[in-house]
C-alpha cells in the first residue's frame, strides 16, 4: 500500500480548516500523511491544526512566515514522504472515498495521473451548488490526446493524484498568482504517459469569496495570461495539446473582454491587449471545434469569428445564453 501524501496550504482559514481536516482524517484509504503548511496565519488556524495532529500522527503541522499559496505548496513538497501525491486546500474537502479511488483508479488503469471531479459549493447562495453528471465510465488517454480546451478535463493541482516520480523536480511558480496550479499541472502532465480521468464528483470546492472574478484586473491576475502563454510552450512538441493550450488563452482572452463591457474592474488598454490576443489565437478554437464535428461546435465557429470582427457582441451573446454577466 502507497502512501498518499496530502499537502494542505493554508492561510487563515479558521472557519473551515476543521471540516477540511475532518474530510481527510476519515479518509478509507488510511495509508496518508496530511502536510498541513501554515503560511503565516494570524488567526486560529495554526491552534486548529496542532490540536488535530496532536490527536492524529498521520498529520504534519508546519508553520512557515507568509510566502503565498505557491511557497506553502512548495514546502509542502519537500517536507512529503508518500510516493504518491494529491492536494487540497484548506477550505475544501474530500469524499470520504476520495483516496481510495484515485488509487485505485491509477492502479487499474496503469495511469502517472489519475483525477476525479468537483463539487462546486456557493456559499453566497446557497443551494447553488454545480457539477458535471457522474457516470462510470472513466477517460484513459494517453497524454498526447488530452486537451485544456475541454471543460470536463482537469486543469489544476486538486481532484489529482500523482506520482511522485512525476512531479519530482517540479515547482508551483511565485511569481504566477492566478493559474499557477495549471502551469504545475501541464508540468506534470507532459511528462506523463497515460491519465485517467474519473466521472466521480468525489471532491467538493467551495466558492467563498469570489474576488478573483470580481475587481480591478490587476499584476496578480494578469500572471494568468503568463501562465497559459508558458503553458503553451510545455507543450510545443505535442502538436494536438499545444493547439488546445491556444484555444483556452483565446477563451480566457474572451473572459477579460466580457468583464470589460460589463464594467467589471478591466481597464481600456488591458481590454485592448486581450481584444489583440484573442484575434491571434481564435483560430486554435476554430481548430479545435472543428475536430469535434458536432453540428453545435461547427456551428459556434462563426460566433467566435464574430466576436474577433465584434468584440462588443460577445458580452451581449453571454448575457442571453447564461443569464448573467460575471
Avoid at 86 to 102: A, G, N, Q
Avoid at 143 to 159: H, T
Avoid at 299 to 321: E, H, N, V
Wanted: with cysteine; hydrophobic share 35%; glycine share 4%.
Amino acid at each position: 500500500m502507497e502512501m498518499i501524501s496530502i499537502i494542505i496550504p493554508t492561510y487563515n482559514a479558521e472557519k473551515y480548516i476543521r471540516k477540511c481536516l475532518d474530510s481527510v482524517v476519515t479518509q478509507s484509504y488510511k495509508n496518508i500523511e496530511v502536510i498541513v503548511v501554515d503560511d503565516g496565519s494570524s488567526d486560529e488556524t495554526g491552534c486548529i491544526a496542532k490540536d488535530y495532529a496532536a490527536k492524529d500522527t498521520r498529520i504534519k503541522y508546519f508553520y512557515k512566515e507568509n510566502g503565498g499559496s505557491s511557497d506553502a505548496r512548495n514546502f509542502g513538497l519537500n517536507v512529503s514522504h508518500g510516493e504518491l501525491i494529491t492536494f487540497t486546500d484548506s477550505d475544501d474537502y474530500m469524499d470520504p472515498d476520495y483516496c481510495k479511488v484515485l488509487i485505485e483508479g491509477m492502479h487499474k488503469f496503469n495511469a502517472d495521473i489519475c483525477s476525479c471531479r468537483a463539487t462546486d459549493h456557493h456559499l453566497a447562495n446557497e443551494g447553488d451548488d454545480r457539477n458535471f453528471p457522474e457516470d462510470d465510465n472513466p477517460t484513459v488517454i494517453n497524454i498526447e490526446n488530452f486537451s485544456f480546451f475541454n471543460d470536463r478535463y482537469p486543469k489544476g493541482s486538486v481532484c489529482v493524484l500523482f506520482k511522485r516520480e512525476l512531479i519530482s523536480g517540479l515547482s508551483f511558480a511565485k511569481d504566477i498568482f492566478v493559474g499557477e496550479d495549471t502551469l504545475f499541472f501541464a508540468q506534470a502532465l507532459h511528462k506523463a504517459k497515460k491519465i485517467a480521468m474519473l466521472h466521480k464528483n468525489l471532491y467538493h470546492y467551495i466558492i467563498y469569496d469570489e474576488s478573483t472574478c470580481h475587481g480591478a484586473y490587476d499584476r496578480k491576475k494578469r500572471t494568468e495570461f503568463v501562465a497559459w502563454k508558458k503553458i503553451a510552450k510545455v507543450f510545443k512538441d505535442i502538436p494536438n495539446v499545444y493547439d488546445t493550450c491556444r484555444a483556452r488563452y483565446a477563451d480566457r482572452c474572451l473572459k477579460v473582454i466580457r468583464k470589460y463591457h460589463f464594467d467589471l474592474g478591466v481597464d481600456y488598454l488591458f481590454y485592448k491587449k486581450m481584444v489583440k490576443e484573442y484575434r491571434k489565437n481564435v483560430k486554435y478554437i476554430i481548430k479545435c471545434s472543428m475536430k469535434k464535428h458536432h453540428l453545435m461546435d461547427l456551428i459556434s465557429c462563426s460566433a467566435y469569428i464574430l466576436f474577433a470582427l465584434f468584440p462588443s457582441l460577445y458580452p451581449k451573446y453571454y448575457k442571453f445564453r447564461y443569464n448573467e454577466i460575471s
